[in-house]
């Protein structure tokens, strides 16, 4: 442990202090992994703006990237060996689990083995201690654990089985944290479990393997198939989350935009021509490319550019959940951010993690925390 | 370009899809949206929080952008693909391609279309010829006739095939998963073409031919009854002489991975081009009275002796309805 974190109990009564106090209900306290990673670091934000949440304590191995005023951020190994000291000594009550590998291409089989699996495991363990003040948790996972084949439903509903069992990697430890997702709720009864699968996600800021892809010169696609691709935009996922934070969702569900765009479709939005990849070894024959480092299609990309996939929205919607973007508007929000970044280049905020400065605007008497402000 | 992309917009050719009629929500948890509303915090609110300061450093920031324009709220779409896969402007080229070997080469005659209720229904029809010529003139008549798309169940095969696969999808195909069906005839009202033999009646040799197979296992009686549609038996004179099997070659199949391998009497006469080439067989097609079964939707399952007597007594109506037709037809090529 490079840094230790900062003192639990101190860490209470100031962040007390920092706030106004809700008349109404109790205040919630919570845990989000991942800080360091766009997802957290976003959900950490807006929860900071929400005054019915009096703690924030973040977890991750890297330092936050985002600007944060209250949260407190803890590092910790990928596999969170000290969660359950930090569950039981800050007495979190919600847990919302970001820190999830969605893209393989990031990183080595092992270690996103390490994030996904054994660092799920670890946290359901810490939460299900028997000194547990958990009584919520929300888990941000993929659409991906539906697999792609040619025998699925156009849409597949949250119940709806994938068709073939999982080979890709990535796909086997979103089962396999699914798993631990589903002994948790059943073994904690009293605990409320969501579980948010999340479609294509794509928006301003996010890169993924298919923004990678939707930003080359010419878009690959395989040839003779035509896949239809459901997107969901990079706030509603973070609505959706705080979303089901806020009402406690139940269960499981599918986050996605509304329609399915052909791939040829989304190139178009792009401004961008495909070209056809051959539909037979496919992953042999493009390996050149991947040793150019010209083309990173992982594996579940190829079945996804050939059947696509659907999922179906309405559970969530249900609930009373509002999608401000339906898949073809985050296409086009990606595809404006991309132009204005044509132009401007990478106008990234600049923020750095300073340990020292944080401290300081967290705990030291000389700090006057009685802003108040909407 | 016109559109259909989420619930509320749909193409004229699509009818009334609409929300689902069974929301999962539960009353115990279903909340007062405004309430929901109030409670929500939107993502501006919260990064204006957290970029309005907490002192340390400017936040630079790519520039917001506006808020939409609540009004705005059609999506500009670059094709009019559906949810399905299916494309109207596809279907009309192929309706403008399809209408000459329709008419003239086929002479396609009906009888009973009136039979096809409005609404949802599950049209059940028996399955011919090496490459079927059935489907494409079932589902060209109706919509020519009705004026409603027809969305074919097929087996998964297609969908593997490149260039294939995606007109096929295109021309309103879609792989036979129960889900697919399911949410065409329950939420969206619209007619939904199946074959219950599945490969086991184009696959079967002329001297089969009008020979039902077996219905599968009866899955089509039991979406039928979960989406609470009747099912519309149509019997099909004409398909099974357009493309007749001689025998097949089931050691190359499997070979190809194909369902089945037929070597056909148009690859005799016309060799290659017998692949893609139909004889000119009078085609004459009977909408059988619609089976209303007397069930609940939305059941988790049905009785499985029920569903099988209703499959099986589909079965021998579109048989006897057969034989009538055989019983009168004079010729093969011109009825």
Request: hydrophobic share 40%.
């Amino acid at each position: 442990m490079p840094d230790q974190p900062p003192s639990p109990t101190r860490l209470t009564r100031r962040a007390t202090d920092a706030l106004e106090i809700d008349p109404n209900g109790p205040r919630r306290r919570v845990l989000v992994t991942g800080l360091g990673t766009f997802w957290g670091g976003r959900v950490a934000q807006a929860l900071e703006a929400n005054p019915a949440v009096e703690v924030i304590v973040g977890l991750d191995t890297t330092e936050p990237t985002v600007e944060l005023e209250r949260t407190e951020y803890v590092r910790v190994d990928a596999n969170y060996s000290i969660l359950s000291r930090i569950v039981r000594a800050t007495r979190v009550d919600t847990i919302i689990h970001t820190f999830l590998v969605m893209d393989p291409t990031q990183m080595s089989q092992r270690a996103m083995h390490e994030i996904n699996v054994i660092g799920t495991m670890n946290l359901f363990a810490a939460a299900s201690a028997a000194s547990s003040t958990v009584r919520s948790v929300i888990v941000k996972s993929s659409t991906l654990v539906y697999g792609c084949a040619p025998e699925d439903p156009v849409w597949f509903t949250e119940s709806t089985p994938r068709s073939r069992p999982a080979r890709e990697p990535i796909e086997r430890s979103l089962e396999a944290v699914e798993g631990y997702v589903r002994d948790f709720a059943g073994d904690n009864p009293h605990v409320n479990v969501a579980l948010l699968r999340f479609s294509n996600v794509i928006g301003a800021e996010l890169e993924t393997p298919l923004t990678r892809l939707l930003q080359l010169p010419v878009v690959p696609s395989i040839f003779g198939f035509d896949p239809r691709f459901q997107f969901v935009h990079e706030d509603d996922v973070i609505k959706s989350l705080l979303f089901a934070f806020n009402n406690d969702l139940p269960g499981v569900f599918n986050v996605a935009g509304d329609g399915l765009l052909p791939w040829s479709e989304v190139a178009a939005l792009c401004g961008k021509r495909t070209v056809a990849l051959p539909p037979v070894a496919t992953g042999f024959l493009t390996s050149p490319l991947r040793q150019l480092g010209v083309l990173d299609l992982p594996e579940e990309y190829e079945g996804l550019l050939k059947y696509g996939r659907g999922v179906d929205n309405h559970r969530l919607k249900n609930f009373g959940f509002r999608y401000e973007h339906t898949s073809t508007e985050a296409v086009e929000a990606f595809i404006r951010a991309v132009r204005l970044r044509k132009v401007v280049g990478e106008n990234e905020p600049s923020y750095r993690y300073e340990r020292d400065v944080e401290q300081f605007f967290r705990h030291s008497p000389a700090v006057r925390k009685d802003r108040r402000q909407a | 370009m016109e559109q259909d992309d989420s619930d509320s917009k749909q193409s004229p050719s699509n009818q009334t899809p609409g929300t689902p009629r069974t929301p999962t929500a539960t009353p115990a948890i279903r909340l007062d949206a405004a309430e929901l509303l109030n409670q929500e915090i939107t993502l501006e609110e919260a990064l204006n929080h957290a970029g309005s300061g907490a002192g340390h450093g400017e936040l630079v920031q790519l520039p917001q952008e506006e808020p939409r324009n609540p009004d705005a709220l059609d999506d500009r779409r670059r094709s009019d693909v559906n949810e399905w896969g299916r494309s109207e402007h596809m279907r009309e080229i192929a309706r403008r391609v399809y209408d000459p070997i329709y008419k003239h080469w086929f002479r396609v005659e009906w009888e009973g279309l009136e039979k096809i209720p409005e609404g949802g229904a599950l049209l059940v029809a028996n399955h011919a010829a090496a490459i079927p010529s059935d489907a494409p003139v079932i589902m060209h008549g109706i919509e020519t006739k009705l004026n409603r798309p027809v969305y074919g169940l097929a087996d998964n095969f297609f969908r593997t095939i490149p260039v294939v696969g995606t007109i096929w999808n295109r021309l309103g195909g879609l792989p036979a998963h129960p889900d697919n069906a399911y949410r065409l005839l329950r939420e969206q009202d619209q007619l939904v073409l199946v074959f219950p033999e599945g490969t086991k009646g184009p696959s079967k040799t002329y001297s089969e031919r009008y020979q039902l197979r077996r219905f599968g296992r009866g899955g089509f009686v039991e979406i039928a009854m979960r989406a609470g549609v009747p099912v519309v038996p149509i019997a099909v004179v004409g398909a099974e002489e357009s493309m007749p099997t001689l025998f097949r070659v089931p050691s190359i199949a499997r070979a190809l991975g194909v369902p089945y391998l037929p070597v056909t009497a148009n690859m005799l006469v016309a060799g290659p081009l017998g692949l893609v080439s139909y004889f000119p067989s009078k085609f004459k097609l009977k909408v059988l009275d619609p089976v209303h079964f007397d069930v609940p939707a939305d059941r988790d399952r049905y009785s499985r002796s029920r569903v099988m007597d209703e499959s099986e007594a589909i079965r021998d109506r579109i048989q006897a309805a057969l034989y009538t037709m055989l019983r009168e037809r004079r010729s093969v090529w011109f009825g």
